[in-house]
Nanobody, 120 residues
Framework: QVQLVESGGGLVQPGGSLRLSCAASGSIIRLIKMGWYRQAPGKERELVATITTAGGTNYADSMKGRFTISRDNAKNTVYLQMNSLKPEDTAIYYC??????????????WGQGTQVTVSS
């Protein structure tokens, strides 16, 4: 199995910043892609950003210029730096990875989610 543990969520005022972290552990050969998704109340889960092993990134349009995804391959950790936060960024943020495991399988895994609330 692969476990994802997120941290860094919380309450922040509009215009503020937060940094989320997600550490993966388990029988991993490689984390092919890592990313962040979010789900606001009453809405479907949506893409925030993804990053490949080589560092290639992809962002949802509404996050471009405000959010930055990065990863530390040695630590199997992905980060999401969120700046200029808006109330509409309030959601549960989920870490996701496509992992190549020691047993040869490739599977998709989700973290438990971390709450981000943007409010004055």
């Amino acid at each position: 199995q692969v476990q994802l543990v997120e941290s860094g969520g919380g309450l922040v005022q509009p215009g503020g910043s937060l940094r989320l972290s997600c550490a993966a552990s388990g029988s991993i050969i490689r984390l092919i892609k890592m990313g962040w998704y979010r789900q606001a109340p009453g809405k479907e889960r949506e893409l925030v950003a993804t990053i490949t092993t080589a560092g290639g990134t992809n962002y949802a349009d509404s996050m471009k210029g405000r959010f930055t995804i990065s990863r530390d391959n040695a630590k199997n950790t992905v980060y999401l730096q969120m700046n200029s936060l808006k109330p509409e960024d309030t959601a549960i943020y989920y870490c996701n990875t496509k992992a190549w495991r020691i047993d040869g399988t490739i599977n998709n895994y989700w973290g438990q989610g971390t709450q981000v609330t943007v409010s004055s």
